[in-house]
């Protein structure tokens, strides 16, 4: 079921973001796609043209995958630090070389980010989406069917 997030939705969407990764604004509108799953819709149809046509037909998604809501936290999509990476200020870990081709492949990083919770992944210009830092590790969050494969 689609769900257009009004305003006040929106704004503790970007409270969330604003809080994590320095965000303060979204180009276009989002729409909430069963419990946690949000799209990010910058195309040419208004709120109630999306609507409408979610009465007519079925639609399984409209936009792009922005984000999911994990409890009081956000994370973002590949697509959406992709999208967002302008105006993403805070909470980026590093990659090198080693690292990025790790990470790609979908694997965790063993290592002490010195931060908690969501980080966007970054290797020098390119957005990795999202890893969840813990004390000792980052866990990744990379769909298998788009990893690298090991080389061999």
């Known amino acids: 079921m689609i769900h257009i997030l009004d ?3 929106t704004q503790k969407i970007l409270e969330k973001l604003n809080k994590q990764f320095g965000i303060s604004k979204i180009p276009g509108f989002l729409i909430k796609i069963g419990q946690e799953r949000i799209f990010l819709y910058q195309g040419n149809l208004n709120e109630k043209e999306i609507l409408n046509l979610a009465e007519t037909i079925p639609v399984e998604r409209i936009g792009i995958y922005f984000a999911k809501v994990q409890g009081d936290e956000i994370r973002l999509s590949i697509e959406g630090a992709q999208i967002l990476k302008d105006s993403i200020t805070k909470n980026v870990f590093e990659l090198d070389e080693k690292q990025t081709e790790e990470w790609m492949m979908g694997k965790e990083l063993n290592v002490s980010s010195g931060k908690k919770g969501f980080i966007i992944m970054k290797h020098k210009n390119d957005f990795l989406g999202t890893g969840k ?5 980052i866990t990744n969050f990379i769909p298998k069917n788009r990893r690298l494969k090991e080389r061999g």
């Not at 830092?133 to 590790?137: F, G, Y």
């Open 7 to 9: 305003n006040k939705e």
């Open 133 to 137: 830092a813990s004390e000792l590790k």
